[in-house]
């Protein structure tokens, strides 16, 4: 087993709790128990700018007023960041993948 294997395992043996409830609802109900993922407790830089931007916009509802179907403050969350990408370069297609790596040997 590599180092990098035993310090991802690391974290599941300082966390209280290192494990999730997963409920699914289709296409049928399905509940279970699953391993917390690695980003839970080193999320990437995306995922920290998604996560201070969402705190920043919820904060911007303080002090509305209950208009629609949701609180003001997930309204705004969802209006503010439908669409939003926050990583700089989308994901590789796996053919690129394998014809750059063709290319490399």
Same mark, same amino acid.
Not at 97 to 104: A, D, P, R, W
């Given at each position: $087993?590599? =180092?990098? /294997?035993? !310090?991802?395992?690391? &974290? &599941? @043996? ?21 391993? /917390?993922?690695? *980003?839970a407790?080193?999320? *990437? *830089?995306?995922? *920290?700018?998604?996560?201070? +931007? %969402?705190?920043? +916009? ?8 209950f208009?629609? $179907? @949701?609180?003001?403050?997930a ?7 439908k669409?939003? #990408? %926050?990583?700089? =370069?989308?994901?590789k297609? #796996?053919? @690129? #993948?394998? @014809?750059?790596?063709? +290319? #490399? !040997?």
């Amino acid at each position: $087993m590599s =180092s990098e /294997k035993q !310090s991802e395992y690391e &974290y &599941y @043996l300082t966390d209280s709790k290192p494990f999730q409830l997963v409920v699914r609802s289709r296409p049928r109900r399905v509940v279970f128990f699953r391993a /917390k993922p690695v *980003t839970a407790y080193e999320p *990437t *830089t995306p995922q *920290t700018i998604a996560r201070v +931007v %969402f705190g920043e +916009v919820a904060r911007r509802a303080r002090g509305m007023r209950f208009v629609g $179907m @949701l609180p003001p403050a997930a309204e705004l969350v969802r209006n503010y960041m439908k669409g939003v #990408k %926050f990583s700089e =370069s989308s994901r590789k297609p #796996k053919w @690129l #993948k394998v @014809l750059e790596l063709i +290319v #490399k !040997s």
